[in-house]
């Protein structure tokens, strides 16, 4: 005798696969949310591991930006000890500058020459006086030249005076000279000379 089935199996098995479905879908939807969700947690632990970083880095800067202002302080006071260790060189290196300039002074003055005024500023001497000619006044001239203290004399003025200190000395003038610049050692001083040479 055949069997027949009146039950509506058709319809469970519907059912069955839409259950299957549904549960498929509904492990996809969990699955997709928990891959997010660790995705999201991976990348913003690796955010916040470069935020570290960075923060490293900038502390970092700051510690060497601060190193480098501290040594472009150091840089500037150096500079200003060394600018005044070359104030003082120099004026050790020419301290005896003045007496040398009378000395020499006094050793190239010719007979008929009387020196009124001697002004200096820096390296520069200007000597006013009076003289009993023209003659002597190149005499003088030729002094100083030939004196190693004094650089490139220059006669500015010589003219008949209208008031004379000494009637026998008519004549007066002025004379520009540059004193010679102080040295340290030979080396500078040769090279002083050699300068001179090609001038």
Same mark, same amino acid.
């Given at each position: 005798?055949?069997?027949?089935? #009146? ?24 699955? $997709? ?57 120099? *004026? ?12 020499? *002074? ?5 007979? $008929? ?26 005499? !003088? ?13 220059? *006669? ?14 008519? !004549?007066?003038?002025?004379? $520009? ?11 500078? !001083?040769?090279? #002083?000379?050699?300068?001179?040479? $090609?001038?």
């Amino acid at each position: 005798m055949a069997r027949i089935n #009146l039950l509506p199996w058709r319809e469970e098995l519907r059912r069955e696969r839409q259950r299957q479905f549904m549960i498929s879908i509904l492990m996809t939807a969990v699955l $997709g949310v928990i891959l997010v969700f660790a995705v999201g947690l991976v990348f913003n632990q690796r955010i916040d591991h470069q935020q570290a970083r960075n923060q490293t880095i900038r502390t970092q800067i700051a510690g060497l930006e601060s190193r480098i202002e501290r040594i472009e302080k150091l840089e500037q006071t150096r500079e200003r000890l060394l600018s005044r260790k070359r104030v003082i060189e120099e *004026l050790q290196a020419s301290r005896s500058l003045t007496v040398e300039l009378m000395d020499k *002074l006094a050793k190239s003055i010719p007979i $008929g020459i009387t020196l009124g005024t001697v002004r200096q500023q820096g390296m520069n001497v200007t000597l006013n006086g009076f003289s009993q000619s023209n003659a002597r006044v190149s005499a !003088y001239l030729q002094s100083l030249d030939i004196n190693d203290l004094f650089l490139d004399p220059q *006669l500015s003025v010589v003219e008949a005076s209208d008031r004379p200190a000494n009637p026998v000395e008519p !004549y007066e003038f002025t004379i $520009g000279v540059r004193l010679r610049p102080v040295v340290k050692d030979t080396d500078d !001083y040769d090279l #002083l000379l050699d300068q001179q040479g $090609g001038e």
